[in-house]
């Protein structure tokens, strides 16, 4: 991994990996494909989950959460090889299993998917330690944990707004 590849003119992998990794394409889109690949998590976990009964919201969350990670670290791993570059912005799959992470427990509403985002984007930006650490672990892991742990720091403070009465 020499240079600075084109990662719209690199090889991408497996058909599969690509699709995965790229959220089905909405990491090519510009600007910003991280905050395209997390606003689409959040219409289409919006949308699911206004078909749940609220007793089993949490749980689907937190199973595709963990669905998508699973699949994503190994999906990252094969598009970031064939780009040859370490971690490839048009990967945006690390930031769906953030942003699901971001939204577990959450109540259904315009504010508080607003708040999942925002507060998801900002860490997953400013990477708070251990967050900017987990980047380093090789490939794939790399690429889609330090985007989990920045899912982890927003649900956490998602929840201590909602604890607290300062958002409902």
Known sequence: MTGTPDPDRSPRGP???TLVATFFGIGRLRPGPGSWGSAATV?????LAYGLTPSRRTGVAIALALLVTLIGIPAATQVSRASGVKDPQFVVIDEVAGQLIALIAVPLG???????FILFRAFDIVKPPPVRQ????????GIVL????AGIYALAVMQLLLHSGLLR
Not at 134 to 141: S, V
Not at 146 to 149: M, N, Q
């Open 110 to 116: 315009w504010k508080t998917f607003l708040a999942g």
């Open 134 to 141: 987990l980047e380093k672990l090789p490939e794939g892991t």
């Open 146 to 149: 330090d985007d989990v742990a």
């Open 15 to 17: 058909l599969w990996a």
């Open 43 to 47: 219409i289409l976990w919006a949308a």
